[in-house]
């Protein structure tokens, strides 16, 4: 796995896999990771399945470390990156099937951009049973990116919409989902703190939009590659609320307010009002009529407050990005930019 290699070939691609009873879809992920057209070293991180998820892994001979209890996904990710020796480093879902040239495609895009830290393609939904949807005869997206509303909800640019050619130009978003997220190692370590690339206090859901966040406060960019392709089986959809498991809307709700905490600064907040506190109301409101099971995650934000402004201070100690470039992503219309000439590496 990964080959032999030159002192002047790229290091491999580290691969960070993260799983929590997946057996339903690792072995097509392992699959698809396996037969990358370019060298990759592939880590998977398991907490504390209970189905044959670590006996499929172990099966293809993959590098495991097995929790013996849930520590999240975020943990995970950190676990199998901490002190390796990688350039570029992949996390992904179990639920997603790249295609061959994935991770030389989103890789390339890295390196083509300047000051790019962040990378991602083309997903597209995929059933349960790993096959591809398709709707009017076009393929149906999951994701082209991710962008910030002024409500301070993020979305997946396209997702649910079929697939005409409308993302398929190469360009900067916000960020990009983590179920298949390339970043540079560089910018890892740049906006890490005490040794998290990805926050811990997160445990799950809402860790890529902060460390887009966090990225593009230190002047990092993210590029959207149409080019890499890969499946993506979503469960946890937006208007899916009230199926989601009570535990991950206790962590969306919670790391609303964190994210905030650590990344926002004036002019995003100006530019957030008065939707972002509508909705807050809003959210109020609906845990205390419909999901009181979602109260504990106000009283972890004030437990954790203190905790929090020391992460604002180094973040907003590195930051290179003004405020107006911060405020101009926050839009209802999903928001992108061309890369020009000046910004791509000859």
Known sequence: MGGRRSETTPKPVLVSLVTHNDARFVAACLDSVLRQSVPVRLKVFDNASSDETCRIVEQNGVPLEVSPENTGYSRGHNWNLRGEDFETALFLNADVVLKPDYVDKVAAALSGVEKAGMAGGKLFRMSEDGKQLFRDGHPVLDST??????????????????????????????????????????????????????????????????????????????????????????????????RVPPLINYHSLKNRYLMRIKNMDRAVRR??????????????????????????????????????????????????????????????????????AEAENH
């Open 145 to 242: 990116g991710m962008f910030f509303t002024p409500a301070q909800r993020h979305f997946d640019r396209g997702s649910g919409e079929t697939d005409q050619g409308q993302y398929d130009r190469r360009e900067l978003v916000f960020g990009i989902t983590g179920a298949a997220l390339a970043c540079r190692r560089a910018m890892l370590e740049e906006i890490g703190w005490q040794g998290e690339y990805l926050d811990e206090d997160f445990f799950a859901y809402r860790e890529d939009a902060d460390l887009a966040w966090r990225g593009q406060l230190s002047g990092w960019k993210a590029v959207y590659e149409p080019r890499a392709e890969a499946l993506h089986c979503r469960n946890v959809l937006p208007e899916g609320r009230r």
């Open 271 to 340: 530019r957030c009002f008065p939707h972002m506190w509508i909705r807050d109301v809003g959210i109020l409101a609906y845990v205390l009529l419909l999901e009181r099971s979602s109260l504990e995650a106000y009283r972890d934000v004030w437990r954790l407050r203190r905790r929090f402004r020391e992460k604002r201070r180094q973040v907003q100690s590195s930051r290179r990005a003004g405020p107006g470039e911060m405020a101009r992503w926050f839009s209802f219309r999903p928001v992108a930019f061309e890369i020009t």
